[in-house]
């Protein structure tokens, strides 16, 4: 059964970290891409941050580039996190890890919604107090 656990949202004050965690069974990652979405209540879903497992491309939303790190266990093959420092309130949000088959491309695309995610997360809460 092909399935994506994500992980490690939490309360936490502005200013302060937060470690999010995708792991897939049923499948392997290899040939994947991997990206983290948050959709806060009212607002659309926004692709936070993406990673290609072919080549290691990354891409980061402007709203985040600079304070998250999209990273794989290389060890693993099949878990890869989000760290998310400097946490704004602004960034309270459901996260949600997706995944989609994508052996070549612009990373970019998965983010942006040219093209979607086949299996997704159930999603995590984080939320950021001011």
């Known amino acids: 059964q092909v399935q994506l656990v994500d992980s490690g949202g939490g309360l936490v004050q502005a200013g302060g970290s937060l470690r999010l965690s995708c792991t897939a069974s049923?499948?392997?990652?290899?040939?994947?891409?991997i990206g983290w979405f948050r959709q806060a209540p009212g607002k659309e879903r926004e692709g936070v941050s993406c990673?290609?497992?072919?080549?290691?491309?990354?891409?980061y939303a402007t709203s985040v580039k600079g304070r998250f790190t999209i990273s794989r266990d290389n060890a693993a093959k099949n878990t890869v996190y989000l760290q998310m420092n400097s946490l704004k309130p602004e960034d309270t949000a459901v996260y949600y890890c997706?995944?989609?088959?994508?052996?070549?491309?612009?990373?970019?695309?998965?983010?942006?919604?040219?093209?979607?995610?086949?299996?997704w997360g159930n999603g995590t809460l984080v939320t950021v107090s001011s």
């Open positions: 997706a995944a989609r088959y994508f052996p070549r491309g612009a990373v970019q695309y998965l983010c942006d919604g040219t093209s979607d995610p086949r299996h």
């Open positions: 990673i290609m497992n072919v080549d290691g491309s990354i891409y």
């Open positions: 049923g499948f392997t990652l290899d040939k994947y891409a």
